[in-house]
């Protein structure tokens, strides 16, 4: 079976301050792994998604994660927060089927 | 390449009564997932549909069910409403070119139905 825990369902930074959301996975199979962000009103857009081909995967908006098997986290990254990115943050596990397994999100907010 | 889309965005409906909604994937994609979500519950797989067959199921009641057409559109009902409905219904495509689990999966606006 898989699952995914997210640690924090509130992360505050400020404009310029690094963004770090946690996410610990679990899974008997060699996983599938997603963040997806969700502005207010939308749907799910994709950030990035790790397939075993490389353990630090770049996504959009300069967001990165990476894989870390001895520790089963996927944790999501970006240098320098905008106010842009405050917006609520799943991480997702696939393992050998194809429904995707959510956190059950984080919030970041953005200060200026 | 335009994106999934979904149909209605917004619903109110009262216990008691059914719904379908309707998504439509993008273009090429055969197979369509469903999903709830619930500030309770969070994002909650209800079935996918790949060629017009039911692949996967989530757990849910029966009054929940979809379908698939030959164009690749779907469809969900709910049937009998309840309070505890009250969601948002995210539907997502994917190509399903490289087995399935490794697909993304692109989700669509969602439609936010209201139980009153």
């Known amino acids: 079976a898989q699952s995914v825990t997210q640690l924090g369902s509130h992360v505050s930074v400020s404009e310029g301050a690094l963004v770090l959301l946690r996410c610990n996975y679990s899974?008997?199979?060699?996983?599938?792994l997603f963040w997806y962000v969700q502005y207010p009103n939308q749907g799910l857009q994709l950030l990035l998604k790790?397939?075993?081909?490389?353990?630090l995967v770049k996504g959009i908006n300069g967001f990165e994660a990476e894989f870390k098997k001895s520790e089963t986290s996927f944790h999501l990254t970006k240098p320098s927060a905008h106010m842009r990115d405050a917006a609520e943050y799943f991480c997702?596990?696939?393992?050998?089927?194809?429904?995707?397994?959510f956190g059950t999100g984080t919030r970041l907010q953005v200060f200026p | 390449k335009a994106g999934v889309t979904q149909t209605p965005r917004y619903l109110i409906k009262t216990r008691g009564q059914q719904v379908t909604l309707s998504c439509s994937p993008i273009?090429?994609?055969?197979?369509v997932s469903w999903y709830q979500q619930t500030p309770g519950q969070g994002l909650q797989f209800l079935f996918e549909?790949?060629?017009?067959?039911?692949?996967n199921k989530g757990n849910f009641p029966g009054r929940f069910s979809g379908r698939q057409f030959s164009n690749s559109r779907s469809e969900m009902n709910v049937s009998t409403l309840e309070l505890g409905d009250s969601a948002l219904y995210l539907c997502?495509?994917?190509?399903?070119?490289?087995?399935?689990?490794?697909?993304?999966?692109?989700f669509g606006p969602g439609t936010r139905l209201t139980v009153l």
């Open positions: 997502a495509s994917s190509s399903r070119t490289s087995g399935g689990a490794a697909d993304t999966q692109y």
């Open positions: 899974s008997s199979v060699p996983p599938y």
């Open positions: 790790y397939t075993s081909a490389a353990t």
């Open positions: 997702a596990v696939k393992g050998n089927t194809d429904k995707l397994i």
């Open positions: 273009s090429g994609h055969r197979s």
């Open positions: 549909y790949f060629s017009e067959t039911q692949r």
